[in-house]
């Protein structure tokens, strides 16, 4: 929780910073002086005006922080630009492009391009598809994984209402529910909405649901429903949650379900994988679903096959997810391996926090599972 402070804090004072550079820039290009006292004195009460909405709506955080970013670009282009264009400082293209500069126009224009992406990004459901194959399945077998829709706080809910028949078509043999199905900000009835319009998938052996760190509504002070209204509304739609339990498919596939790591702040803990497989019959395909995307090593040496998660949304704002890849923070985004075992990491159906996604798309999974030498 410090560390999410911290970078809310930074987040906030370089929204204010950048809001308050656009306005030196348009003050400038009236012809008047940003640096006299006055009109700094309105532009820093303005900025702070833009730091509180900032902490009120997150989306006007992320969009300062594009326009600083935005900002450092251009400063850096101008310079170019100018050597570029030196011998056309009297055309009209040039003269009009200096304006547009000056006013901060280019600045807002770019800033707009990258909201309407990023709005068009979230709102826009990817099936993303991958095809594993394995010696230790005689069948084929279609695996839906659908995870992180935080439903009813960011994403129109009409999206995945939509999906719903182009799913159905795919005749999925296994469906997944990664977590974070619903979070803090869902209201009971929309908890049940969800979970009944979930229930409307077409599975020839079964629904699974595994919990992430949001579903419980660890995080808010006034729960809008329990644990056990959760549960009711999954049994009622013929959804079986799976709390570090196994599931025997068609006595080929062994799928284990996680407790979510995020069991440790509710004073609980969850069982190591190699218990959770000690008991397995013959040498099933195992197909681990675990909505945060860690103990890859651990589940490799245990003998798992196919592991599944989501969590990370693949970043959801550009470049967070990169930097955390690069960095080691986050584990990376898609499909990769680990000696034996193949991990494939999910970027959500939705989003967390804010309306918009800049990196990498809102996407549901199609795995095919394919008998080796069939593929």
Same mark, same amino acid.
């Given at each position: 929780?410090?560390?999410?402070?911290?970078?809310?804090?930074?987040?906030?004072?370089?929204?204010?910073?950048?809001?308050?550079?656009?306005?030196?820039?348009?003050?400038?290009?009236?012809?008047?002086?940003?640096?006299?006292?006055?009109?700094?004195?309105i532009?820093?009460?303005?900025? %702070?005006?833009?730091?509180?909405?900032?902490?009120?709506? !997150?989306?006007?955080?992320?969009?300062? &922080?594009? +326009?600083?970013? #935005?900002?450092?670009?251009?400063?850096?282009?101008a310079i170019f630009m100018r050597r570029i264009l030196k011998s056309f400082n009297k055309g %009209?293209?040039?003269?009009?492009?200096?304006?547009?500069? !000056?006013?901060?126009?280019?600045?807002? &224009?770019? +800033?707009?391009? #990258?909201?309407?992406q990023g709005f068009y990004t979230m709102n826009n459901l990817v099936k993303t598809e991958y095809t594993v194959t394995s010696e230790k399945i005689k069948n084929d077998y279609k695996v839906v994984f659908i995870s992180d829709l935080h439903f009813d706080t960011i994403q129109n809910k009409t999206v995945i209402k939509n999906k719903i028949a182009e799913i159905n078509l795919l005749k999925p043999d296994i469906v997944i529910l990664g977590g974070d199905i619903v979070e803090e900000g869902t209201s009971k009835q929309s908890m049940n909405e969800i979970f009944s319009i979930l229930g409307g998938i077409n599975s020839s052996y079964g629904k699974f649901f595994v919990y992430g760190n949001h579903d419980r509504q660890t995080y808010s002070a006034n729960p809008s429903y329990t644990k056990a209204d959760l549960d009711f509304a999954l049994g009622v739609h013929s959804i079986l949650p799976l709390e570090d339990q196994s599931f025997n498919i068609n006595n080929e596939i062994l799928l284990?379900?996680?407790?979510?790591?995020?069991?440790?702040?509710?004073?609980?803990s969850r069982q190591k994988v190699e218990s959770l497989l000690s008991n397995?019959?013959?040498?099933?395909?195992?197909?681990?679903?675990?909505?945060?995307?860690?103990?890859?090593?651990?589940?490799?040496?245990?003998?798992?096959?196919?592991?599944?998660?989501?969590?990370?949304?693949g970043g959801q704002i550009f470049p967070v997810g990169r930097v955390a890849?690069?960095?080691?923070?986050?584990?990376?985004?898609?499909?990769?391996?680990?000696?034996?075992?193949?991990?494939?990491?999910?970027?959500?159906?939705?989003?967390?926090g804010f309306t918009i996604r800049t990196e990498r798309s809102s996407e549901y999974l199609l795995i095919n599972l394919v008998p080796k030498g069939d593929a």
């Open positions: 929780m410090p560390i999410f402070l911290i970078m809310i804090i930074t987040l906030v004072i370089i929204s204010a910073g950048s809001f308050y550079l656009l306005t030196g820039k348009f003050v400038k290009g009236l012809g008047k002086n940003p640096k006299s006292m006055w009109i700094r004195v532009r820093l009460l303005v900025s %702070a005006l833009v730091a509180v909405s900032c902490m009120l709506w !997150r989306t006007v955080m992320v969009a300062m &922080l594009y +326009l600083f970013i #935005i900002f450092l670009f251009m400063g850096i282009l %009209a293209v040039y003269s009009f492009l200096k304006k547009a500069y !000056r006013f901060g126009v280019i600045h807002i &224009l770019l +800033l707009a391009v #990258i909201l309407c284990v379900g996680r407790k979510d790591a995020s069991v440790k702040y509710l004073g609980q397995k019959k013959g040498n099933p395909f195992v197909l681990l679903a675990d909505h945060q995307p860690t103990e890859f090593e651990e589940n490799e040496k245990a003998g798992v096959d196919l592991m599944v998660s989501g969590h990370t949304h890849e690069l960095l080691g923070i986050m584990k990376p985004y898609g499909e990769s391996r680990v000696g034996s075992l193949t991990a494939i990491v999910s970027s959500g159906a939705a989003g967390w």
